[in-house]
């Protein structure tokens, strides 16, 4: 493995051999995991030829599947960014007690599981609930309808985009912001000329994460949307269904729409923390370079 | 001018009340309000309906439905796969987060990006992914039955597969930050002082990142234990074989019997809440420990 260099000298680095071995283990696990199913993705969806591809991407299920996916992406996107970034302002700008408690329930959607999430939802608006006479008299559909779909998945991404900027927020403090405040700027305008372009490429990775989560939901959405072929079939669950029925090849071609989507998530991704962090890199490149040459032993405080 | 007049004055008093307020900027009433209603009508308020629901039961009916020998089966099933594949991720996430930290090789921005594919591939596509891999038929599943007469897809063995992928990023993801911040002249001072490669590594570099290693595989146990879309496929759903606790309370509500769903969904709920628990104070570790070597 002549590949495998490193800019270590001799004594800081493993030999030749287990830098080969580690190498060769953990892309023959990046390879078993990651590379080959989402091949067999791609493989299965032509199996059948362009025919039958375009077939199942054209035919009136999954374009009604399409919308309804895109639909609720933007709808739960618009939500969230208001309310992320208002928990964000909230927790990053200001002192009170039990911040930390409230950082904590932000993330719980996270460790909830999405049948779970799903299950509340429908013990709350369906049928055998305190709720339902009430949503019957005013003729108001919430689960196995579009709405509990959207209110699912708005539980399922809250925490990607407040938790992606609370930590930017905090790290940027709000010197600027004070600035601005002192220079007579109003709440507002602070808030679109001073806090929003710091914070933009945090809000956009946080949005993205946050879409591509809304589109692939699956567990949460399964249990409140009922399967209502063409009225509340998201892609996920229009997969599912064809997949169920042993139309292997639409099954895949539909998932590979989703999978081309997480593709073009993680580029768009990774040209975000490219865009992000370069600044950042150029400010602290001189600090960097210096740390490294000088080897001396830092303070245990530092 | 009337408005930057009123906002300067509302500057002045906001820092006069600076040592009693939470701070000096506005909107802390409205960006407060919003969250903590949004939270509380989104989140907090539909996760009580579950132990109300449940109380419906009574305390012993309750515990006969989630003490149901179908439900400790599959109680056992989801801890011991979810341990099982956080146990793989943990050895395995941890060369993949050396490999990708220390050696350089072609390709290797490429594996970087991949290493989040988890993240973005929604579940349900991993999900027929992986069963179409494992099957008998398939590249992988032919191959393993044909030789080791191993069956994957329908077997607990699937479980896992499809948890170890899920979790993949929850161990890199922690322990790369950490493994990037080691100061070398600590691998210096152990090399100098006359440790070999190995001791250097094992008593060294192991300790400052065990606390990061260990909140990673219980992020990816915890993801793992919820898991359902990844998962639902590859089980096939055979009760007491392959049925974890996602698939149980899916079930649950299939035969609409709404009140078991709650009281197994309860369960795993308060599960969680302790795993959270848990996963904070190991972050809390890691931030400390991270003090003392930064």
């Known amino acids: 493995m002549n590949a495998v260099a490193t800019d270590r000298p001799v004594h800081l680095t493993e030999p030749r051999w287990v830098r080969g071995l580690l190498l060769m283990v953990a892309l023959g696990f990046l390879t078993l995991f990651l590379l080959l199913p989402l091949i067999t993705v791609f493989v299965e969806a032509f199996k059948k030829g362009w025919a039958v591809y375009l077939a ?11 919308q309804l996916t895109l639909w609720v ?11 992320g970034v208002a928990a964000a302002w909230a927790i990053a700008k200001f002192e009170f007690r039990g911040k930390q408690l409230l950082i904590t329930l932000i993330d719980l959607p996270f460790s909830v599981s999405p049948v779970v999430a799903g299950l509340v939802f429908v013990l709350l608006f369906g049928s055998q609930s305190w709720l339902w006479p009430f949503l019957q008299d005013h003729d108001l559909k919430i689960v196995y309808a579009v709405p509990g779909v959207v209110l699912a998945t708005l539980f399922v991404t809250f925490p990607f985009i407040a938790r992606e900027l609370i930590p930017l927020m905090q790290a940027q403090g709000s010197e600027e912001e004070q600035a601005a405040l002192t220079l007579g700027a109003s709440g507002w305008q602070i808030f679109w000329r001073v806090t929003l372009p710091n914070i933009k490429w945090g809000l956009l990775y946080g949005a993205i994460l946050c879409n591509a989560r809304a589109m692939g939901e699956f567990g949460a959405v399964s249990v409140v949307s009922g399967h209502v072929r063409g009225l509340t079939n998201t ?58 040459s000088v080897v001396a032993p830092r303070p245990a405080t530092a | 001018m009337i408005s930057a007049l009123t906002a300067n004055a509302g500057a002045k008093t906001a820092i006069a009340r600076r040592r009693k307020g939470p701070g000096v900027l506005p909107g802390f009433g409205l960006s407060m309000g919003l969250t903590v209603v949004y939270l509380s009508l989104l989140v907090l308020l539909p996760l009580v309906i579950l132990p109300l629901k449940s109380a419906s039961l009574g305390w012993d009916g309750f515990w006969r439905v989630v003490t149901t020998p179908q439900a400790l089966y599959a109680y056992q099933l989801t801890f011991g796969t979810a341990l099982v594949a956080a146990l793989i991720n943990l050895v395995f996430g941890l060369v993949v987060a050396w490999v990708l930290v220390r050696y350089q090789f072609p390709g ?50 699937g479980i896992v597969v499809a948890m170890v992928f899920i979790g993949i990023p929850f161990v890199v993801r922690t322990v790369q930050p950490v493994l990037e911040d080691v100061e070398r002249e600590i691998e210096e001072a152990a090399a100098s002082l006359g440790a070999d490669r190995w001791n250097t590594v094992r008593r060294v570099l192991l300790p400052t990142i065990v606390p990061a290693l260990l909140t990673g595989f219980a992020l990816a146990f915890a993801r793992a234990i919820g898991e359902y879309g990844s998962v639902v496929f590859i089980a096939g759903n055979r009760p007491m074989v392959t049925e974890i606790a996602p698939l149980l309370i899916m079930s ?6 709404y009140v078991g769903a709650a009281a197994i969904a309860t369960v795993m709920l308060s599960i969680s809440f302790v795993l959270l628990l848990f996963i904070n104070l190991l972050q809390g570790w890691q931030l400390r420990r991270g003090r003392r070597f930064a």
């Open chain 2, 108 to 157: 290797k921005k490429i594996l970087d990006a991949m290493v989040d594919l988890p993240f973005a591939l929604p579940t349900a596509v991993a999900g027929i992914a992986l069963t179409a891999l494992y099957v008998k038929t398939g590249w992988l599943g032919g191959p393993l039955n044909d030789w080791f007469d191993w069956q994957v897809a329908f077997t607990p063995i």
């Open chain 2, 252 to 257: 649950k509500l299939e035969q609409f019997d």
């Open chain 1, 73 to 83: 992406a933007v709808v739960s996107l618009a939500i969230n960014l208001i309310f």
């Open chain 1, 56 to 66: 199942a991407l054209t035919e009136p299920d999954a374009w009604s599947a399409i």
């Open chain 1, 235 to 292: 892609l996920t669950l229009h997969v599912e269904i064809l997949y169920g029925e042993y139309q292997f090849a639409a099954s895949f071609a539909v998932a590979s729409l989703l999978a081309l989507l997480a593709l073009v998530t993680l580029v768009i991704k990774n040209v975000v923390e490219w865009r992000s962090a370069r600044p950042e890199r150029v400010a602290s490149a001189p600090q960097t370079a210096f740390a490294s």
